[in-house]
């Protein structure tokens, strides 16, 4: 199969053999975790091409029960079909363990979800999203904690945005970023009329201070009076921050906090996420400039899913995918098989880009 050859299979466990050796050989400190770490990566594709590795040996034997002939030769041949299959599918699986992988993919998320289009009925959608996303967190032991959040006028968000901690967050939640479209008859539609309207998903990995150097000297800090619900003191002292980084013109503002020191830190946080996030979109498109139409890529200016209420269907518009159990998948753990649907397709576009290359 194109992509794994013997020697590709020596490297691999020439390199496990070579952490193994050196965890064993008594290393402490960072070498020690760092060790522990690659060991932890390396041990499933050493042990799937272990075993990829012992079924060329089968195949070889039985082929060669098949020349000898006899009796053997046609137990050897029903038997081959399977282990054919099993062969087939552990090189794939190897294949997908040795794609290059996303340096984020393991952290934590910052979740934003805004109303588009559809005056109430967007934030109400806005709404059903963020819950939508809060819900499959929680089938997947993940923690929600929001940042801030402005509530829509009849129900559902104008803007909210929160952290999502867990393992591997971001790498089942990146594809979602994009305008989510939805078609339905809002509670206040008498004619029965169906609207539609839309609600925007950005999702960003978290960065730490490492990533990301701000500079004090690029940053203007206001500090306002905050507006709207949280009590008299939050309206009688300058709590709210707005942070801009001058070099980009970024700006976060944040005011749900009574302490203005909160809300400095919650502002640099989405601060550091987006300057974070924007430098990986500029690294990215650097590399694949001539490669188009990548799940995935950050482009948030077109519709990406609809969600049709009448017909209770789920449609992924970039990887042609329908899927007549909306309120399952609103529910959110049904929310999975999209998921699943397009870092699938996302693996093929990969692969077939390294089978291009090679």
């Given at each position: ?11 691999i466990?020439?390199r ?38 012992a ?17 053997l ?67 997947k ?11 829509g ?21 990146k ?14 539609e ?33 500090v ?16 709210a ?19 203005q ?19 990986r ?20 200016s ?24 909306l309120?399952?998948i ?16 996302h693996?093929?576009?990969l ?5 291009g290359?090679?």
């Amino acid at each position: 199969m194109a992509g794994l050859s013997p020697e590709k299979l020596d490297r691999i466990l020439e390199r496990f053999a070579g952490v193994e050796h050196a965890l064993s050989s008594g290393a402490t400190g960072e070498t020690f975790v760092k060790l522990s770490k690659d060991y932890a990566e390396l041990e499933p594709t050493a042990k799937a091409a272990k075993e990829l590795r012992a079924i060329y040996g089968e195949l070889r034997g039985l082929d060669e029960m098949m020349a000898a002939g006899g009796e053997l030769a046609g137990m050897a041949e029903a038997e081959k079909p399977a282990l054919l299959q099993k062969l087939e599918k552990l090189e794939h699986d190897i294949r997908l363990m040795l794609l290059p992988k996303d340096a984020a993919d393991e952290r934590n998320v910052i979740l934003e979800v805004r109303a588009g289009t559809g005056g109430d009925e967007a934030a109400i959608f806005a709404g059903d999203l963020f819950r939508m996303y809060q819900r499959y967190a929680a089938s997947k032991g993940w923690r929600v904690e929001v940042i801030s959040a402005s509530d829509g006028e009849h129900g559902g968000y104008k803007e909210v945005i929160a952290n999502i901690f867990g393992a591997g967050a971001y790498a089942r939640l990146k594809f979602e970023s994009g305008v989510h479209r939805v078609q339905r008859v809002p509670d206040t539609e008498t004619q029965g009329r169906i609207h539609t309207s839309a609600a925007t998903v950005a999702v960003l990995p978290e960065a730490e201070e490492v990533d990301i150097k701000i500079e004090d000297k690029d940053l203007r800090i206001d500090v306002y009076r905050s507006s709207g619900p949280g009590g008299q003191s939050v309206n009688t002292t300058d709590s709210a921050v707005r942070i801009t980084h001058i070099p980009t013109g970024l700006a976060v503002a944040q005011q749900d906090e009574k302490s203005q020191l909160k809300n400095k830190n919650k502002a640099m946080k989405i601060l550091r996420a987006r300057l974070y996030e924007r430098e990986r979109e500029r690294i990215d498109a650097e590399r694949s400039a001539t490669r188009k139409g990548q799940v995935g890529s950050g482009d948030r200016s077109e519709r990406i899913r609809t969600y049709n209420f009448p017909q209770g269907r789920l449609t992924d518009h970039r990887i042609n995918l329908t899927l007549y159990k909306l309120p399952e998948i609103i529910e959110g753990p049904a929310l999975e098989e999209v998921i699943e649907a397009l870092i699938t397709d996302h693996q093929a576009a990969l692969l077939a880009a390294e089978d291009g290359n090679g």
